[in-house]
């Protein structure tokens, strides 16, 4: 006859089953939750981890203010992410702009009559059948181009400003990651 104390073998094996189903049902789910946010606390973290040994200095420095060093050296991280970043976008942006302005008078109904009726006969003699003088195709030719071109240029925008949302908000959350593993990794240690 069994005592109070001792479990039976079987018993033991499905308590221990049903614990490690647990934490494998714990281990997916928390997985699901940090999947987005897996690429920034692992940069975060090789981030910290190279500057972990210029956070010690700079708290010695600053007095074993380790918040101050944290937040000094992870603005010093944003500012040399975003210095080459914002340079470029400059440049891109006054590539457009110069686009833009050398596409405009190119856009206007008298220069899109000329490319229908002389330039594209021209330079591409078969093309002359097709094209003909009429003027309802060139309407509808100009209008159909430009409908598309719009919509393209809708399209990139859009996906302009959500990826741009997307990277600040990224930005963000690696400045938070890198200023708490900065200020608090030497309390992480296993």
């Given at each position: 006859m069994p005592t109070g104390d001792s479990v039976s073998p079987l018993r033991t094996r499905v308590l221990k089953a049903t614990l490690v189903a647990?934490?494998?049902?714990v281990?997916?789910?928390?997985?699901?939750?940090?999947?987005?946010?897996?690429?920034d606390?692992?940069?975060?973290?090789s981030v910290a981890l190279l500057l972990a040994p210029?956070?010690?200095r700079l708290t010695l420095l600053l007095g074993g203010r380790s918040w101050a060093a944290a937040g000094l050296l992870a603005l010093v991280t944003v500012v040399m992410i975003l210095v080459p970043v914002i340079g470029s976008a400059t440049i891109?942006?006054?590539?457009?702009?110069?686009f833009y302005d050398w596409v405009q008078p190119q856009l206007t109904p008298e220069s899109l009559r000329a490319l229908w009726?002389?330039?594209?006969?021209?330079r591409f003699p078969w093309l002359k059948p097709w094209l003909g003088a009429d003027e309802a195709a060139f309407s509808?030719?100009?209008s159909g181009v430009l409908s598309r071109a719009l919509a393209a240029a809708n399209r990139v925008a859009q996906t302009m400003l959500a990826r741009l949302t997307g990277a600040i908000f990224d930005l963000v959350l690696f400045t938070l990651l890198?200023?708490?593993?900065?200020?608090?990794g030497g309390h992480l240690r296993l």
């Open positions: 647990c934490l494998a049902a281990a997916l789910l928390a997985f699901q939750i940090f999947r987005p946010f897996l690429l606390i692992t940069v975060a973290g210029a956070q010690r891109l942006g006054q590539q457009a702009v110069a009726a002389e330039t594209l006969p021209e509808q030719f100009a890198l200023f708490f593993l900065l200020r608090d």
